[in-house]
């Protein structure tokens, strides 16, 4: 996917989105999987005395939904910017704002 976003020809925007609704329902499916097992992880994996993390759990997975979204429409709006031409980066010396004599 990456490969597509390189290219400096215009971006196919129904690829795009078809991805986005792909990651989001994969994603979705497995925060629903986790938040539905998280009882029977918690009694398998740690001792009665952390059991109450169980409440906790469903907010950082629906954290995480949003975070890998987040870096999904990133990495995209990044490479949109870089096409049109909104990154053009100087490293010569008269651009460093740093170096004021």
């Given amino acids: ?11 196919d925007r129904m690829y795009l989105t078809r991805m986005l609704l792909l990651l989001i329902a994969v994603m979705f499916v497995g925060v629903v999987f ?5 009882a029977t992880i918690l009694k398998i994996m740690t001792s009665k005395q952390y059991f109450a993390a169980k ?30 031409g909104y990154y053009q980066y100087r490293f010569s010396r008269e651009y460093d704002h740093n170096d004021r004599a």
């Fill in 1 to 11: 996917m990456y490969e597509r976003l390189a290219e400096k020809k215009t971006i």
């Fill in 34 to 38: 986790i938040n539905v097992l998280s």
């Fill in 55 to 84: 409440e906790f759990i469903p907010w950082l997975t629906i954290g995480f939904l949003f975070q890998r979204t987040l870096c999904f429409l990133g990495t995209v709006f990044d490479q949109i910017m870089k096409n049109n």
